[in-house]
């Protein structure tokens, strides 16, 4: 991951810019740079994945533009060769690109764009700024006002927080210009129903999901992957290992008592043959980390909170003990083929309105945290699932098919993996534990009890009645509200409320987040 940072006006004071800008450097420790644009300030801290060379800093210069981007352009280097006719290259950046693609594309440019991305831009022949964000969010980007109305942009809320009014995140596949914020893809809108047959679907669902897989793969500096032993993060973990020369580097955490997944993802290391390694957490880590996790996402949510606890602890032993730069996760496969709560959709109609409106929130969520327990040790994030042809494809697919009709969840992605040898049968038809459960129920049941140690009956009351948007409405959210509040006070609003199952559905009005709660549940997590 980079930071990247922009001030857009002539109100900005290099002072005030650097003391928010430093807050996000562990996204990019290895070097630095502010510059003046002449109509503000573009901030960049760089941690080298591609174009490891000093020529690859950022911002990047074009006559009289620059750019900051954090991002991974996929395919860039065909564009870069049809680019190449009319500009000079100085690197072997990826993002390098941008700024060409720019000058002769426009804004349209980013409709082109194969990358999960967050970038700002100043042209400098109009003396106005730009900012974008890839469709479904995988790379951070927020935005507020100062005083004065000169707006700023930066990749976490933390750089805001004292220089802006309030701070909202930057819509996934919109632009700014000209102070509106423009929609360039809605990744969620099916334009035509694909209603092929189930062998032909899940063949492509293989096809789509492997190449998401092995164009992740490339990378100047080292990768991993975190392999939970569920269904999601295995497949990502066996097509890498059929692709890949040398074995992989695999990572699973839990629990010292009760870690449910360590011995799955052990089973599945041991069956794709990666270097693995198992990272062993307490509940004096878990407790002691809190507060510090809650800083380091930005949110009051409980599920994002519990499955960042050893996703943070995790990341940051890979930071300390290893020289791994990049690691492949299994995020977005849930909210694309459903989950437990979801086999409750009333209809296929529900369940495809239910999908489109988490993958549009999975930037406050699931992405958000996979983003900041891996940059914040100084790593990066790729989310194969988050593809975005895959995506596409499979928001598009018959809902009736997605529907939970087979008796067992995500049947079509499972299918798909039949053959081929990729995962033990086993595996490949588990029931995977919610991931704060499979760390361990016994980390949950932990957090649960440290906040009912810390307020009676009558302070969580008058605790949750200080607030109005997402309400907390059990200790461990006022706990988790009132830490939110410490670092972020009165930006409640960033996150649009509880990640929680559809509680108008039957069967999911529950008031606890864990799909542990919902009747069918059953073997998961055992």
Request: proline content about 3%.
């Amino acid at each position: 991951m980079c930071s990247i940072m922009g001030y857009c006006g002539t109100s900005a004071t290099l002072k005030v810019f650097r003391g928010g800008f430093e807050k996000t450097v562990s996204r990019g420790p290895d070097d630095s740079k502010i510059i003046d644009t002449g109509k503000g300030l573009l901030g960049f801290h760089r941690l080298a994945i591609m174009g490891l060379h000093p020529e690859g800093m950022q911002p990047f210069c074009l006559g009289k533009s620059y750019l900051v981007c954090n991002g991974e352009i996929y395919g860039f280097e065909r564009i870069k060769k049809k680019l190449s006719e009319k500009y000079t290259f100085k690197s072997e950046s990826d993002c390098e690109i941008l700024l060409p693609l720019y000058k002769e594309y426009g804004v349209e440019m980013f409709s082109m764009l194969d990358a999960e991305f967050a970038l700002i831009l100043y042209d400098g022949e109009k003396e106005e700024y730009i900012a974008a964000r890839d469709p479904i969010g995988i790379r951070p980007l927020y935005y507020g006002y100062d005083k004065a109305g000169t707006i700023l942009f930066a990749s976490e809320a933390k750089n805001l927080v004292g220089l802006a009014g309030k701070i909202m995140p930057f819509p996934p596949g919109h632009y700014y210009k000209d102070g509106e914020f423009v929609c360039y893809c809605d990744v969620t809108r099916v334009k035509t129903v694909i209603r092929d047959d189930l062998e032909t679907v899940c063949k492509k669902i293989k096809d789509k999901l492997i190449s998401g897989v092995e164009k992740r793969l490339v990378a100047d500096a080292k990768v991993g992957f975190l392999l939970s032993g569920g269904l999601d993060s295995s497949l990502v973990c066996a097509i890498a290992a059929k692709k890949s020369k040398e074995p992989i580097k695999t990572f699973a955490v839990g629990m010292s008592e009760d870690a449910i997944d360590l011995k799955y993802a052990k089973q599945v290391a041991e069956y794709i043959g990666s270097d693995h390694r198992e990272i062993i957490i307490t509940k004096d880590d878990v407790l002691s980390a809190l507060e510090q996790v809650i800083y380091i996402l930005g949110t009051f949510d409980i599920t994002t909170i519990r499955a960042s606890m050893g996703m943070y602890l995790i990341c940051k032993a890979i930071h300390e003990t290893t020289d791994i730069r990049v690691l492949l996760t299994g995020e977005i496969s849930d909210e694309l083929f459903g989950y437990k709560y979801t086999d409750f959709a009333p209809s296929a109609k529900a369940f495809q309105e239910e999908s489109q409106k988490r993958i549009r929130e999975l930037h406050m969520y699931d992405v958000l945290r996979a983003d900041r327990c891996i940059s914040v040790n100084s790593l990066e994030a790729r989310v194969p699932f988050g593809d975005l042809d895959f995506v596409k494809y499979v928001m598009a697919i018959d809902p009736e098919m997605k529907l939970n009709k087979y008796g067992k969840g995500k049947y079509l992605l499972r299918h798909a993996f039949e053959d081929g040898d990729y995962l033990p049968e086993d595996i490949l038809w588990r029931e995977k534990a919610a991931f704060s459960d499979a760390v361990g129920h016994s980390m949950v049941d932990y957090l649960k009890e440290f906040a009912e140690s810390t307020y009676t009956d009558e302070t969580f009351k008058a605790g949750c009645e200080k607030y109005r948007h997402a309400k907390p409405f059990t200790k461990e959210s006022l706990l988790y509200r009132e830490l939110f509040e410490k670092y972020y006070p009165d930006q409640a609003q960033m996150i649009v409320d509880f990640w929680m199952p559809n509680k108008e559905w039957e069967g999911c009005n529950v008031n606890d987040p864990s799909a542990r709660v919902l009747s069918n549940y059953g073997d998961s997590g055992k």
